[in-house]
């Protein structure tokens, strides 16, 4: 079982996450086959902190190299950051093109996430970002199914 209970789904031979994506990404087929949207698409990846190397010891940032040029001292280097988005399409309603990001039914949100989400919004201002949430599928109760069977029997037993 996962962390946040989600179960992974394949929907057109596309494996999803949770649920919850792989059920907005059907209804985003549908509309975009109704042509209320296009350009759908999946993952799409916002930079959102360049990469760089940084000296430990006298704090110098090279551009180059693994030493430092000043003390010598071998360089950290900190790789670049990104936000990975579930969706991102044109909606020619609006002429926008939007990005969500698909939660469950309650709309958990991680305080990960919500760091990221500040710093898609600093980085790209022309950008937003949309939290989608979609309801789960109703459950059918096994003991109703149960009941039906019994009573269905019953009937034919009389």
């Known amino acids: 079982m996962s962390k946040y209970r989600n179960k992974k789904i394949e929907v057109n031979g596309i494996k999803f996450d949770s649920t919850s994506e792989g059920r907005r990404y059907e209804q985003l087929l ?5 042509h209320v949207i296009s350009d759908l698409i ?3 990846k916002f930079l959102l902190q360049e990469g760089f190397k940084k000296c430990p010891e006298c704090g110098c940032m090279p551009e180059k190299g693994r030493k430092c040029p000043k003390c010598g001292t071998m360089t950290r280097t900190f790789r670049p ?5 579930d ?3 044109f909606d020619k309603k609006s002429g926008k093109t939007k990005i ?3 939660k469950g039914s309650k709309g958990f949100m991680t305080d990960l996430f919500r760091f ?5 919004e600093a980085k790209y201002p022309d950008k937003t970002l949309e939290i989608v949430t979609v309801k789960a599928e109703p459950k059918r109760p096994k003991r109703q199914a149960a009941q039906v069977a019994i009573s269905e ?4 037993k009389a």
């Open 30 to 34: 549908i509309m975009e086959r109704a």
């Open 100 to 102: 969500e990001d698909v």
């Open 42 to 44: 999946l993952q799409p």
């Open 153 to 156: 029997a019953r009937r034919v």
């Open 81 to 85: 950051r990104y936000y990975i988005a």
């Open 116 to 120: 990221k989400w500040t710093l898609f």
């Open 87 to 89: 969706f991102q399409y």
